[in-house]
């Protein structure tokens, strides 16, 4: 899926050797930034230990329980088929706009068709902007008639979430889609013709295949509230944000079809009233420095090892290579390799903010990843 910080690069690119090293050390293993989930359920489908996810975003927590929860590979065609089609029998019912073209004037229809869907928590909130009304209500309608047990319906709701982020009409992530302009209605028209049932199946059938060695557990916490549950012999695993933007701002889609709804929405970019985003003080550049200190002394103070992740540089949230490197140093031993990755600038325009306007949305950069071992 798009997410940006992703570390499933980075997993072929040096870090799996690195836990291929760490992790056979360890008693269990805790992502405390889980995000995508591609360490997590990395190590839960390799080895034979738990692993525990956390983050801020139920979304994630979804995409780590959808894998980690289960020990056994799911069958697509014992489920997805019946599935489907419930759904369809309420998108039938509907009588759903084409935008198979799209122009500003079937665009501003979509939109006002799609507004007045108060039963479709998607459609209204999204449907017209980051996807089309017919992806819209697809999605509305899968998240209705998910399966009724477990591990299926997180296994299902997991394959949805992957599924809106492969066609959200957004470069990227979810902070503000695309308009029907002349430069961008082409990038709206291939987006919004996309089929998400078809990447609802594909993602249903991927994930279906992995299951952990041993059960872990996904959950909605906060990095260092979870770090207290550490115990001695546990790996933790740290990939902290690096954006002064609060991510809750670039995956508020996703968070809305993990959560069911969303409230009302407002903004080009559609977000939900700030106070339903969660805050974290990663994002703040006065609060980040605290918070990493105060998060790696409670590793420590639980005699846990960790593994420790943050691009080499000066980042927009106040924390860089060298204030990580402090940070970790006080608290631990602290063994250091790099790799070689590419970082997303959020957009770099998208906010109005002065310290990101012009940038390119990727950049090439360093990536520390620091071993950290109790002193």
């Known amino acids: 899926m798009k997410y940006m910080g992703s570390k499933r690069a980075m997993l072929g690119n040096g870090l799996g050797e690195l836990l291929g090293r760490e992790v056979p050390k360890s008693r269990r293993f805790i992502d ?25 975003q139920a979304y994630s927590a979804v995409l780590a329980g959808a894998v980690i929860h289960r020990q056994e590979a799911l069958d697509p065609n014992a489920f997805f088929p019946a599935w489907k089609r419930r759904a369809e029998s309420l998108v039938k019912r509907l009588g759903v706009p084409d935008t198979t073209k799209v122009t500003i004037a ?34 509305d309608a899968l998240c209705a008639k998910l399966p009724e047990r477990e591990p299926s319906r997180t296994v299902a709701l997991a394959a949805v979430i992957h599924a809106a982020s492969q066609c959200a009409a957004a470069p990227g992530h979810t902070a503000q889609p695309f308009q029907p302009t002349k430069t961008s209605k ?42 207290t549950r550490l115990e001695e012999g546990d790996l933790a695993f740290i990939d902290p944000p690096y954006s002064g933007v609060h991510y809750s701002r670039f995956y508020h889609v996703l968070e809305t079809i993990a959560q069911g709804s969303c409230g009302e929405v407002s903004g080009i970019g559609r977000y939900p009233a700030p106070e339903l985003r969660p805050r974290s003080k990663y994002s703040v550049g006065s609060e980040s420095p605290g918070a990493l200190d105060n998060l790696l002394e409670t590793v420590a103070s639980r005699s846990a090892r960790a593994i420790l992740t943050f691009p080499d540089h000066e980042c927009s949230n106040g924390l860089s290579g060298t204030t990580v490197r402090e940070i970790a140093s006080k608290h631990f031993h602290v063994g250091e390799t790099q790799v070689s990755s ?29 071993v950290l071992n109790p002193k």
Not at 120 to 127: F, H, M, S
Not at 344 to 369: F, I, P, Y
Request: hydrophobic share 40%.
């Open 186 to 227: 082409r990038y709206l028209a291939e987006a919004w013709n996309r089929d998400i049932v078809q990447k609802t199946h594909n993602a249903f059938e991927s994930i279906g295949i992995l299951c952990a060695q041993q059960q872990g557990r996904a959950e909605v916490a906060d990095a260092n509230e979870a770090a």
């Open 32 to 56: 405390l930034f889980a995000g995508s989930a591609a360490v997590s359920v990395h190590v839960a489908c390799r080895f034979n230990i738990p692993s525990l996810a956390f983050d801020l």
């Open 106 to 139: 079937s665009v501003s229809a979509c939109r006002k068709w799609c507004s007045a869907q108060s039963e479709l928590p998607i459609t209204k909130a999204y449907g017209g902007h980051y996807f089309s009304a017919k992806q819209a209500v697809w999605i």
């Open 342 to 370: 590419r970082f997303s600038t959020l957009g770099g325009t998208g906010d109005g903010r002065a310290d990101e306007g012009g940038r390119a949305a990727r950049q090439h950069a360093k990536e520390m990843m620091l």
